[in-house]
T-cell receptor
Framework: DTGVSQDPRHKITKRGQNVTFRCDPI?????LYWYRQTLGQGPEFLTY????????KSRLLSDRFSAERPKGSFSTLEIQRTEQGDSAMYLC????????????FGPGTRLTVT | GQQVMQIPQYQHVQEGEDFTTYCNSS?????IQWYKQRPGGHPVFLIQ?????EVKKQKRLTFQFGEAKKNSSLHITATQTTDVGTYFC???????????FGDGTTLTVKP
């Protein structure tokens, strides 16, 4: 059973550097979500895709964040010019359109910006 | 925008006691989902509710969706140490693919 996978699991970077995270959803899932979670908070929505189309992006998200899902399968989330406030767990989730509202989360990528 | 609030933020119980967490939305929802996140883990889907007044049970867990579809609750009967974790509700809107998560209720169980 292949669930949602994310790579890397941990990333330490210096302020100002760019980072890119990858998410591989459950193979038949056509919806893919990115969230950010900090300690003591619930997952905060960043963006989501239906197949390769990015349908919504949080207004809280700065222009330094960009996400792609070029072939409707895996997705990447890039953060440019990282800031210390970007330190968080970045979670990816996938779901099946028409299959209910449940989302299946990956293990996350923990980003630390020093 | 849509806001989802959960209370309490923390709940400490003795093993065997009951536990309830409440979820309230600022807007009417089309559905609500509940997730559990163990310490160091990621959210794991528990259940979804879509009908007004719906009640669903999973063993010792009872989930309820309010008549107005703006609130929900999760009740655990006779807690066990395996119930520890943070319970999140997430509210969905038919017109949007995303769900808005509350900040969760963290349950600790003293044996």
């Amino acid at each position: 059973d292949t669930g949602v996978s994310q790579d890397p699991r941990h990333k330490i970077t210096k302020r100002g550097q760019n980072v890119t995270f990858r998410c591989d959803p459950i193979s038949e899932h056509n919806r893919l979500y990115w969230y950010r979670q900090t300690l003591g908070q619930g997952p905060e929505f960043l963006t989501y895709f239906q197949n390769e189309a990015q349908l919504e992006k949080s207004r809280l998200l700065s222009d330094r964040f960009s996400a792609e899902r070029p072939k409707g399968s895996f997705s990447t989330l890039e953060i440019q010019r990282t800031e210390q406030g970007d330190s968080a767990m970045y979670l990816c989730a996938s779901s099946l359109l028409g299959g209910g509202y449940e989302q299946y989360f990956g293990p996350g990528t923990r980003l630390t910006v020093t | 925008g849509q806001q989802v609030m959960q209370i309490p933020q923390y709940q400490h119980v003795q093993e065997g006691e009951d536990f309830t967490t409440y979820c309230n939305s600022s807007t009417t929802l089309s559905n609500i989902q509940w997730y559990k996140q163990r310490p160091g883990g990621h959210p794991v889907f528990l259940i979804q509710l879509v009908k007004s007044g719906e009640v669903k049970k999973q063993k010792r867990l009872t989930f309820q969706f309010g008549e107005a579809k703006k609130n929900s609750s999760l009740h655990i009967t006779a807690t066990q140490t395996t119930d520890v974790g943070t319970y999140f509700c997430a509210g969905g809107n038919t017109n949007a693919g995303k769900s808005t998560f509350g900040d969760g209720t963290t349950l600790t169980v003293k044996p």
